[in-house]
């Protein structure tokens, strides 16, 4: 088995976690858009949009889970080509997930519904999302104005 720096596995983990969270984020946010405006004409390019940033992120989580089990799988040591994969597979996953987390940032701002004092607010807590009278579950804490 080929042995990774723990600084590497590190990355690697902290990298799947971030995408797997964003994933999830960009999957709540096509849920609450479908539960608050439906599928309509105008709600169709930013549901085209989440479906692309999903594609990338799970492209990229993807991409390094496999490249991570074909290193561990490698005897006695894994080629230089795949480490400089693995190297790029981290770097790319890490700018997709930037991109892909202010694409999801906009499209919740440009569509967030708006609460009772006209402010558009969207408010996690703990597991819980509140909009109006709807509670869902979802993934972390967070509030958006």
């Known amino acids: 088995m080929a042995k990774l720096p723990d600084s590497t596995l590190t990355a690697i983990f902290v990298l799947q976690r ?7 984020q960009t ?3 096509e849920w609450i858009l ?8 105008e709600t169709i390019p930013e549901f085209e949009e989440l479906q692309n940033v ?12 496999i490249l991570l089990l074909r290193i561990l799988e ?10 400089e994969l693995m190297s790029q597979a981290i770097d790319r996953g ?3 997930l930037t991109a892909c987390n202010a694409s999801v940032q906009e499209i919740r701002r440009n569509s967030a519904v708006p609460n009772s004092n006209g402010n558009t607010e969207y408010k996690y807590i703990g597991s819980i999302v509140h909009i109006g009278r709807f509670e869902l579950g979802i993934s972390e804490s967070l509030t958006c104005f």
């Open 27 to 29: 999957t709540d946010t």
């Open 54 to 65: 999903r594609e990338r992120l799970t492209s990229a989580f993807s991409r390094t889970h």
């Open 94 to 96: 890490q700018v997709n």
């Open 34 to 41: 479908i539960q608050t405006f439906g599928e309509t004409e």
């Open 74 to 83: 490698a005897q006695p040591i894994a080629s230089y080509a795949m480490l």
């Open 18 to 24: 971030q995408l797997a969270e964003a994933i999830a």
